[in-house]
């Protein structure tokens, strides 16, 4: 991404915060994994979506009309010991250079400099309760203008959640996050199209999360989400992510992995036939699921609302569960009295962009968010039977099957961002096949 992009990000923000107003917006913390070991250190994604600086240690602060500069970026400054260890730091200077700051000042400083840029300041935008860290600082720096108040100094008055501002701005897309999103999904696709090639019956489901990882790091992409890896009864699993077990002759394998390139994330889903061909039953309960999320594709458009493929993916499950045998009644009374659940026990689906499970409301009020392009989205039905399922024939134990894409909302329709990867049994058995007689 450009740095004017993130330039024009905090423009738009400033338009829309007013004047007499601050914003504070704070890194994300390092973690620790164990002892003292760190994570790979990943930006929160406010911070990163304003400011294209990944470090932590580090303040945003941003400041409508102020003649001095409007854009205060607090961070860490050089140090040449520390960066032999860890890798080199923009400091100061890159911060104004590299990073657009109209001022930049040591993170250390910070307690003495950040009471002043609130003074006289009416309303200050900050995103309480995400970041404790941060959370006991501003009410430090708040109060200590507050004792100052005798000598005319103006002390804020109005603290306004940040997200509401912001997560909107993120919810919808420029051009540059759409070709960014196309490209982890493209990625993402690649990876689940050669999980599919080299499956077979032996395989173990680390080895085919390995192959999934190969492909998103040698694309200089990590993972969005630890990669659900489930063959069997684990496809059964919701949120499984132990990875570890034997791939069996007669199983179905589901795999929801996706790419997160340059901080915006994909997610699919595809399940397959280990051994590369659907068995009668496996076969009939996939071809409702991906009906199912035709129909909810089909809903995304302009003018429709959120909660619209979510309604069709239900309709057209439900039907599809009657006609199996696996749901009894009539299919409005079964849909009115969500049968379906029994099943089919997640909604359809999230925005997706930097975070896997992005921002933005659902709702407006009481109504359902209506659908406007640049809006991104993952639709994701499936059908979960676990073995043992009771008044359940034993034929379909274990059948687990979700179909995920990722998709945007266009001035016409929508478009499929991880149409590469085939999802039709036909396609799939296609796949398998051909890779299959490779390998003899
Ligand atoms: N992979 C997380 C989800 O599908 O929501
Ligand atoms: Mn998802
Ligand atoms: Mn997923």
Redesign the pocket.
Known sequence: MHQTEFAKRRKRLMQMMGKDSIAIVPAAPATIRNRDVEYRYRPDSDFYYLTGFAEPEAVAVIIPKRKHGEYILFCRERDPAMEIWVGPRAGLEGARKTFGADDAFPISDIDDILPGLLENRSRVYYTMGANNNYDQHVINWVNQIREKSRSGVHTPGEFVALDHLLHDMRLFKSPGEIAVMRKAAKIAAQAHIRAMQVCHPGKTENEIEAEILHHFRVNHCHEA?PS?VGGGANGCILHYIDNNAALRDGDLLLI?A?AEKDYYAS?I?RTFPVNGKFSKEQKAVYEVVLQAQHAAIEQVKPGNHWNDPHDAAVKSLTKGLVKLGLLKGEVRKLIKDNAYRRYYMHRTG?WLGMD??DVGDYKVGDAWRVLEPGMTL?I?PGIYIPAGSKKVAKKWWNIGIRI?DDVLVTKNGCEVLTKDVPKSVGEIEAIMATASSQRM
């Open positions: 989400y659900i929801d996706g997610d889903t999230h896997v499970h993952t994701e995920e």
